[in-house]
């Protein structure tokens, strides 16, 4: 079976009173790095998100999408990725009632990290996930969004399962089931979008 993982990560912190018209928004686009989870080795030390782990590969790997270079690229799928930033919020902002950093998009399974707490897990790629901040953001932060592959979490929840559901491990998952290449071209030309897109 051809996977593809696209990851979908909207991110930005914004802080309020009780007043909506109050938000105020700051995006972290900027001064991404990317890592290979496995040795924590650097694929890229300037990533601009929205991004995908295919794309920041793309330097070092054959094009996906040119005769049967998918075949040989499905490891990437196998692996988890580590997108880190470092970022700084001003006194005025830290001293708001309300610090919320809202993901606006993962796909799928993550862990985020900030400044050495885990503050959320992540399962379903249609979901937006806030997660109250307030108690661990500081004037210069650490933010590591690990994205996980989901084959193995797949496995486990298929085996957790006294039965077998049809069309394969993938049903386990809350992610666009495109991109496990069922509606894409012929079955030796699978392509794909580049996976991983984090935003």
């Not at 919020?89 to 001293?95: M, R, S």
């Not at 950093?101 to 959320?120: K, M, Q, R, V, W």
């Amino acid at each position: 079976m051809r996977i593809s993982i696209l990851l979908v990560l909207v991110i930005f912190i914004s802080s309020c009173k009780q007043e909506r018209s109050n938000v105020e928004r700051q995006y972290l686009e900027n001064n991404w790095l990317l890592h290979k989870a496995a040795d924590y080795s650097l694929i890229s030390d300037s990533v601009q998100i929205p991004s995908t782990v295919h794309k920041e590969l793309l330097p070092f790997i054959k094009h996906p999408f040119q005769g049967n270079n998918e075949d040989s690229l499905q490891w990437i799928t196998e692996e988890d990725w580590i997108y880190e930033t470092v970022f700084t919020v001003n006194k005025e902002t830290l001293a708001k009632e309300n610090i919320i950093l809202n993901f606006e998009g993962i796909d799928t399974y993550a862990s985020i990290e900030l400044n050495g707490h885990e503050i959320l897990e992540t399962n379903n790629a249609f979901l937006n996930w806030q997660v109250d901040v307030k108690p661990f953001l500081e004037e210069e932060n650490e933010l590591y969004v690990t994205i996980k592959s989901p084959l193995e979490i797949e496995e486990q929840k298929a085996a957790a399962n006294p039965y077998t559901l049809p069309e394969g491990n993938r049903v386990y998952t809350r992610k666009a089931q495109y991109q496990y290449g069922w509606d894409w071209g012929d079955q030796n030309s699978t392509p794909w979008e580049y996976g991983n897109r984090f935003i």
